[in-house]
Every structure is written in structure tokens, then in C-alpha cells.
């Protein structure tokens, strides 16, 4: 056979697999199961630590080699969601294929599954979280509690829509939003048509009255048992989650039947691994169902060092259909504050000496080029007082993340 010959007869799997990988083709003595990621940010960063602990291989599918799993050591292939070969050649040297982000061809992890490999969470249940029209009609059928919504394509069709629910309506993306990307609220006709000339799928959606946002983690094994992590609070500035607390501020019947809610979501769409369900609680302490993430989730951040059980070692328990840990937390509360990118270069290097003066604070960087708006780490503060661990949360947030950063203790002058 001529290479020319070889080359033809090569499927697209060996193809990828003759591409520098830089994953191991057999688990090396000692590793107890071989998770594939789709996807190396801070999501897949944070699952590698709790890999290593369990003896598991993490196996990431980056982009580039900087992004923040590899730049931590994580094994890695790279290669985009988007090419099936390299989604492939990921699902071949792992027992079980998970996400750390929804933006995965449907089509793509389907055809891994038709093909025998294991992919956890399903594209079906994926679906929740890929497409914001999807889960509001699905999740309507099933009976859960949703905002009043409808699907639209021209400004007529929101200003009917505003006529039965009044202005302002939110309009958002069916599609790839994150961080508030994708969500405009909107007070008349015209606002509307310029968001929807921007192109793209749109559903539009009644404006819910939130007294408090709030998203409760859960973890389901594919033989369907659950660990539930308390309801977390969560504060969002500009459609970005900057803040965090475990347990949510929320009244306990509100709290018990927010959990029995995301328990029954996950159980529904046979959610497997992490599933969070992000609710708002209206000034009625009536729930509403908002979006789903089927992966580890900002709001679970918290779980690191607060939970007996992090979210991201129950994500791995449950996609490999281990029994899942307690998720009993180890303090009465805890606190994340997320790092956002300012409009100045920070050098975090000087700055994180003065944070870690604060022997309370648990410190995450994700190994991310600080951009502004940009969520490059979070820390972590646990106490029996919420304003207290959130002042000692804030003050390690600004001394890393601030413009000016604050000096502190027994430095002022
Ligand atoms: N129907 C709604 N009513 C009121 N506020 C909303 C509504 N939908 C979204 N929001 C606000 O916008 C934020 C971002 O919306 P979300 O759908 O969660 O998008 P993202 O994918 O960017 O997180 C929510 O956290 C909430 O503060
Ligand atoms: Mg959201």
C-alpha cells in the first residue's frame, strides 16, 4: 500500500488519533476510570483537582494549550467540540465522556453515544441547557414552574407578546449566551427589533419580580440516586454572577421546596452528573424556574471548601455511576466572591500575598489573562456569619481584583 493509500484509508478516528495527543493511550498503573471533558476552562481546571484525589485521569478537550485545565496539568487533546474526529478521538481513550460547557454540537455527542461511548450528561438532557426554548417548553409540559414565554422573530410578535404581559419584556438568546450575553430587557417595539436584528433565535419572556436569585446544585447518578447541595444565593450584577452565599437567605419552606424542585428537574430529564437549577424566588416566595446547567456550576463553587463533598468530585462520582458524597456543609456558611477582570492590567502575582494576609480566605485562580468583565478565579470564606465571611470575602476579592487595591491589616501607615 502506497502512503498515499494509507492515507485514504485512514477513518477521521485515526486520523485524530495520529495527531499529537498529549493524553496517555493506556491508564497508567493506579487510575481507577478515565473521564473525558469536553472543554478546559476553569470548569475542567476545578474537576482535575478532585480527578487526582480519586486516581481518576482527567482528559480534557482544549482549544489551545493555555487554556486554564491544561495550564494546570490536566492531559489533554486538542481539538474543538465542533470537530467530530477530535470529539472521537477524545471518547476513545476514556470510559465515560462529560462537559464543561454546553457548546458541543448535539449531533456530535449523539453520534458518540449511537457508537457505544458513554456520554453523561445525554444529548437529550444536554438539551436543557443548549437551548433556552427547549427547556421552557419542556420544562412547562412537565409542570414546572416557568416564566410566561413565546417564541419570536420580528417586533410585532414581541409587542403581542408585551400586550398580554406588559412592557418591559426580557428577550433572550435560544442559543450560546453566558454571563448576561444574550439577555436584553426591553421597553417598546423598537428596542426590541434592534435586538432582534443582531440575528440569531430569540424567545422573549415575561419579567419575573425576583426578591432573591438562587440555583440549587444537584448530582444524579444514571441509576438515579441524588446528592443535593443546600439552596445558594446568588447575586448578579450586570447579568454576571459576582457573588455567593450557602446557605441562600430564603425562608426554610422555600429553601426545602426549591430543593425538592431541582431534585424532580434532574429526575425528569434524567439529568446525570451535576445539574443546576438556577430559580428566582419572587417577593411572594412563589419559585420560578430560570435556566439550567448540566455540568459543575459557579454556584457550587462554594462546595470546594464548604461541603464534607465538592460539586466537581460528585460530578465525577456521578458520570462514572460511583456512589456520590455528602454534600453536608463543614461550616455554617460560606461565601465565594468572583474575580472579575478590571479595566487595568492586575498583576496578580503582587497582589495575591496581600489577599492571602487573611489566613480565612481560600484563594482560586484560574490561570486566565484578566480581561475586563472577565471571571479569572473567586475566593472562598467560611464562618458562622454571612456579613462577616462576605466583608473578609470582599476585602480578599478587592486586595486581588481592585483597581486600588486595599492594604491590609497592620500595613496602613
Ligand atoms: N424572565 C426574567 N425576569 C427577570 N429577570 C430575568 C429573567 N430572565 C433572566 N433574568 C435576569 O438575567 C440574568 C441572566 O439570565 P439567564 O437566562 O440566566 O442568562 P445567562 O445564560 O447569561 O446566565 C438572570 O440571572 C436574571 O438576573
Ligand atoms: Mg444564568
Request: proline residues 9%; charged residues 20%.
Amino acid at each position: 500500500m502506497t502512503s498515499r493509500d494509507a492515507r485514504r484509508d485512514r477513518t477521521p478516528v485515526a486520523d485524530a488519533l495520529a495527531r499529537p495527543a498529549h493524553a496517555p493511550a493506556r491508564p497508567p498503573h493506579g487510575t481507577t476510570a478515565r473521564v473525558g471533558m469536553v472543554g478546559a476552562g476553569q470548569l475542567a481546571r476545578m474537576t482535575h483537582r478532585a480527578a487526582i484525589d480519586l486516581g481518576i485521569d482527567l482528559v480534557v478537550l482544549a482549544l489551545r494549550d493555555d487554556e486554564p485545565a491544561p495550564l494546570a496539568g490536566a492531559p489533554y487533546h486538542l481539538g474543538a467540540p465542533e470537530d467530530l474526529a477530535a470529539m472521537t478521538a477524545l471518547a476513545e481513550a476514556v470510559d465515560v465522556v462529560t462537559l464543561d460547557h454546553e457548546l458541543v454540537p448535539g449531533a456530535h455527542l449523539s453520534a458518540l453515544a449511537a457508537s457505544g461511548h458513554p456520554v453523561r450528561p445525554s444529548p437529550a438532557a444536554l438539551r436543557f441547557a443548549q437551548d433556552k426554548l427547549h427547556a421552557r417548553r419542556e420544562l412547562d409540559r412537565l409542570g414546572f414552574p416557568v416564566p410566561a414565554f413565546a417564541e419570536v422573530h420580528e417586533p410585532a410578535d414581541v409587542e403581542r407578546f408585551a400586550g398580554d404581559h406588559g412592557w418591559p419584556v426580557v428577550l433572550k438568546a435560544r442559543a450560546g449566551g453566558y454571563d448576561g450575553r444574550g439577555v436584553e430587557l426591553v421597553a417598546g417595539a423598537d428596542q426590541a427589533g434592534a435586538v432582534l436584528r443582531r440575528g440569531g433565535a430569540w424567545l422573549v419572556e415575561a419579567l419575573v419580580p425576583i426578591a432573591t436569585e438562587v440555583a440549587v446544585v444537584t448530582a444524579r447518578r444514571p441509576s438515579g440516586g441524588h446528592a443535593t447541595y443546600p439552596v445558594v444565593e446568588t447575586v448578579q450584577a450586570g447579568g454576571i454572577c459576582i457573588e455567593l452565599v450557602m446557605p441562600a437567605r430564603i425562608h426554610a419552606p422555600v429553601a426545602a421546596a426549591a430543593i425538592d424542585l431541582a431534585d424532580r428537574i434532574a429526575d425528569a430529564i434524567e439529568a446525570v452528573g451535576i445539574t443546576a437549577v438556577e430559580l428566582f424566588v419572587t417577593p411572594d416566595d412563589e419559585l420560578v424556574v430560570n435556566e439550567l446547567a448540566l455540568r459543575p456550576h459557579n454556584s457550587g463553587h462554594a462546595s470546594i471548601e464548604g461541603s464534607t463533598t465538592s460539586q466537581f468530585a460528585n460530578h465525577l462520582r456521578a458520570v462514572l455511576d460511583w456512589p456520590l458524597g455528602d454534600t453536608t456543609m463543614r461550616a455554617p456558611c460560606a461565601v465565594t466572591v468572583n474575580l472579575l477582570g478590571g479595566p487595568e492590567p492586575t498583576d496578580l502575582a503582587d497582589r495575591l500575598p496581600l489577599a492571602l494576609a487573611d489566613p480565612q480566605v481560600h484563594v482560586h485562580l484560574y490561570g486566565k489573562e484578566p480581561r475586563p468583565g472577565r471571571k479569572i478565579g473567586h475566593v472562598t470564606v467560611l464562618g458562622d456569619d454571612v456579613e462577616v465571611a462576605m466583608t473578609a470575602a470582599r476585602t480578599a476579592a478587592d486586595r486581588l481584583v481592585a483597581p486600588t487595591p486595599p492594604m491590609p491589616e497592620g500595613t496602613r501607615t
